[in-house]
């Protein structure tokens, strides 16, 4: 009755959204007060889905192959925590948990909510109804996770191998989260368009949800780069493959909203671009939905290969995306813009900053869909690849750089003071930077010197904004919006040491057989069976060494037989200032073996500055909460007499 009991969540659920897209409607046309109801049926929505994934999640924790799902992708000899996580390594569990966040987030909006106006917010729970609507109908008519099989067969068939990592266990579920949080913002700039409220205090009220987003944005992206780079062993820490640029655009679009927002809420000025970001946001997290689940892509990442959902799915994507578009048309141009601002002040420098990122996104966009385009004209198969993305996109993320040093030293409506004579230090760092590379590395590419000398310069000019201050005072979002930047370049630097800087090396070695690769020798010492719970296999014993005493990687070539597939399993040593990458191939008609060994220096900048950037994101949102609790708190004389907004 398990599956059954999820399955009729589902359906209730998906009533309750119609019932909200009713009320929403209901609301517009009349001045009927639904405030309170509209919020309980948000909640109960969202609470009925909750219990709809936890029913999956029972389902393939008890290995139930009696429902075709779990049948299709696990097996009762899998380790429990990809059991669990195997419910979401699919198609229609990967679907399901979609929608579970969609009306999760729906009833936090109901529940926490308080900034908008309670017109506003009303039309932002139809919409976000509206959105759940069609996403429930998709599972229930083209999706159902809780399928049954009759008879039951003995066991499944297992998870695709590549997936059994614990980097499925928190990647898919964070990257969700930071899609589909998006669509409170795209819901909330409906509404606020419905009811013409666009305003300070409705991008106040959009504001920590879009921050919420683009931190766990952050935290997916930076993760599954990692996870990609150990499990499938490109030894590359972006491959530009269409998945990954799937979510690599939605978090583009929620920069650019994340610093309109700000513009909004301090100067009620770029309304309509505001919106405008709002809604494109989201449309990039349905575009990557689609590209992901329609079957269109042939991808390491893609799990459906199904046409006919695609259709459905490019439906959906249709209807909402176009629908928002024409209300943005119709009631985008009646926005009244604030109060106007000079070309050197900080509403500038962002408005630039949103320039730029949205260009990149259209690089980004363009690469990723063009193929599918002229395959779709012409019937012929082509890729877009590293070249096209490093060169197009690669120089405008370095002018951004810049920008994002500058900019938050400018002040609001206006500049006058000598502002530029404050990066005068970040320059020459950036200077020293750049002789620095052509005395040990003259026959350096371009790009990445360009690389190293922004890095400098970003992060010396990211922590002025608190320079000369008392750190203890500055507040909490300040120190956000400066530890975000720091990582930036510690980020820059790290991509840019690492196409600088790699050493590969593709051999074929016997056992005994040495071979040199950057720094470090590494020598071949043996090649013996080694088996997992539910695989058998191959491993390396590989000594190597650099000066000091050696060390030992044991990478492995693994074999599973449900699903039947072989995977490598690269076996990564990090050190202070770079990592060694060793991965197993086949062995030769010979008896020697395939090794490729990469010295990665510095590499690790490239995590460490995603984890930075999340970070401040965090303190940036924990410091607005913070201080808006303190306002709400406090008596209305102190907090206007504090400045707080």
């Known amino acids: 009755m398990i599956a059954e009991a999820g399955l009729a969540a589902l359906w209730l659920a998906a009533a309750l959204a119609a019932l909200q897209l009713l009320l929403m409607v209901l609301a517009l046309r009349t001045q009927i007060e639904i405030g309170r109801p509209m919020r309980a049926v948000a909640v109960v929505q969202g609470m009925l889905t909750i219990i709809a994934f936890a029913m999956l999640l029972i389902l393939f924790a008890r290995s139930d192959m009696s429902v075709a799902l779990v049948f299709e992708n696990s097996n009762s000899a899998k380790p429990f925590i990809y059991k669990v996580a195997g419910a979401w390594g699919n198609h229609e569990g990967s679907m399901l948990l979609w929608v579970t966040i969609l009306a999760a987030s729906g009833a936090f909006l109901g529940l926490f909510s308080r900034r908008a106006s309670e017109r506003t917010l009303v039309a932002a729970l139809g919409a976000q109804g509206a959105l759940a609507l069609g996403f429930y109908g998709f599972l229930l008519l083209a999706s159902n996770p809780f399928a049954r099989l009759v008879p039951a ?345 690492n196409a600088a800087f790699t050493k590969e090396r593709l051999a074929i070695a016997d056992p005994g057989e040495r071979l040199s690769v950057g720094p470090w020798l590494v020598q071949l010492e043996s090649v013996t069976p080694t088996a997992g719970k539910n695989w058998t296999g191959i491993e390396a014993d590989l000594s190597a060494s650099r000066g000091a005493g050696p060390i030992t990687l044991r990478p492995q070539s693994r074999f599973f037989s449900d699903p039947p597939m072989e995977t490598n399993e690269a076996d990564i040593r990090t050190f202070w200032n770079g990592q060694l990458y060793s991965v197993l191939g086949k062995q030769d008609a010979s008896g020697a073996w395939q090794l490729r060994l990469w010295w990665k220096p510095f590499v690790t900048l490239i995590w460490a500055g995603g984890g930075l950037i999340a970070l401040g994101g965090l303190m940036a949102l924990v410091g607005r909460l913070w201080r808006r609790r303190r306002r709400l708190a406090a008596p209305e004389s102190e907090w206007r007499g504090a400045g707080y907004a």
């Open 153 to 497: 067969p003995a066991d499944g068939r297992g998870l695709n191998p590549l997936l059994q990592d614990p980097g499925l266990a928190f990647h898919p579920p964070t990257l969700y989260l930071g899609y589909v949080g998006l669509s409170v913002a795209f819901s909330l700039a409906v509404g606020a368009l419905l009811t013409g409220e666009v305003d300070s205090r409705l991008a106040r009220a959009m504001r920590p949800w879009v921050l919420a987003a683009w931190v766990l944005l952050t935290v997916g992206i930076t993760a599954g780069s990692y996870w990609a780079y150990y499990e499938l062993g490109w030894g590359g820490y972006w491959f530009w493959d269409p998945v990954e640029n799937a979510s690599l655009m939605p978090w583009l679009a929620a920069t650019a909203l994340l610093h309109s927002i700000n513009v909004l809420a301090a100067r009620g000025a770029l309304k309509a671009w505001t919106m405008m970001l709002a809604v494109i946001a989201f449309s990039m997290s349905m575009v990557g939905t689609f590209l992901v689940r329609s079957g269109i892509l042939t991808s390491v990442h893609a799990f459906a290969i199904d046409p006919q959902r695609g259709t459905f799915l490019l439906a959906l994507l249709g209807i909402y995306v176009g629908a928002a578009f024409v209300l943005f048309a119709v009631r985008g141009a009646s926005l009244k813009e604030g109060a106007p601002f000079e070309l050197v002040s900080r509403e500038s420098g962002l408005v630039i900053n949103n320039l730029i990122l949205s260009v990149i996104l259209g690089v980004v966009f363009v690469g990723t869909l063009y193929p599918l385009f002229v395959e779709a004209v012409s019937g012929e198969k082509m890729s877009v690849g590293a070249p096209y993305f490093n060169l197009v996109a690669g120089p405008l993320a370095l002018l951004l750089a810049l920008l994002v040093g500058a900019g938050p030293l400018l002040a609001w409506r206006r500049e006058r003071r000598p502002v530029f004579k404050r990066l005068i230090i970040p320059a020459l760092l950036g200077i020293t930077a750049l002789a620095i590379t052509f005395l040990l590395a003259p026959s350096m590419g371009l790009l990445p010197r360009l690389g190293l000398l922004v890095a400098a310069f970003l992060a010396a000019a990211s922590i002025l904004p608190i320079s000369g201050r008392n750190p203890l005072r500055a507040p909490l979002a300040t120190w956000g919006m400066v530890v975000s930047h720091f990582g930036i370049a510690v980020a820059l630097a790290g991509m840019a040491a």
